[in-house]
């Protein structure tokens, strides 16, 4: 079973859809049930772009929670986000699946922030230069 992480209501009724739900159905397969209403926010989060990674956490945490687990008991579900950044907010969709009785969560994503990495990281994993070949 595919599960959106849901909107707000207040930010859906603004922007006229939810890009996770259409991203679930344009993924399911003909089978496979997209159950929208599955989570829902029980409040209204801060927007996570200015935060950092603690703050994301803290401001997401026990704001979804499944409507009905009914449909959860034992399945496998995939959670679908448009883009994550930190991980907070599917993690936190997952932990509420999961306590539900989903029985494991995969999450999916159209895109993935890089994380930053230091300078030294990247020094120390830089691909060596190529060999120069001899011509003929």
């Not at 996770?20 to 772009?49: F, K, M, N, S, Y």
């Not at 026990?62 to 009905?68: C, K, T, Y």
């Amino acid at each position: 079973m595919i599960v959106p992480v849901p909107l707000h209501a207040a930010r859906l009724a603004r922007r006229g859809f939810n890009q996770a739900a259409i991203l679930a159905r344009a993924i399911a397969r003909p089978q496979e049930r997209v159950l929208v209403d599955a989570l829902r926010r029980e409040g209204q989060a801060t927007t996570q772009t200015t935060l950092g990674r603690h703050a994301r956490a803290d401001n997401v945490r026990d704001i979804f929670a499944v409507r009905s687990a009914r449909h959860l008991g034992g399945r496998s579900v995939l959670l679908v986000d448009d883009v994550v950044t930190t991980g907070a907010t599917v993690r936190s969709c997952s932990s509420v699946l999961l306590a539900a009785g989903a029985r494991r969560v995969e999450v999916w994503s159209l895109a993935r922030t890089p994380r930053r990495i230091s300078a030294t990281h990247a020094a120390h994993h830089r691909s060596p230069p190529p060999t120069p070949r001899a011509r003929p």
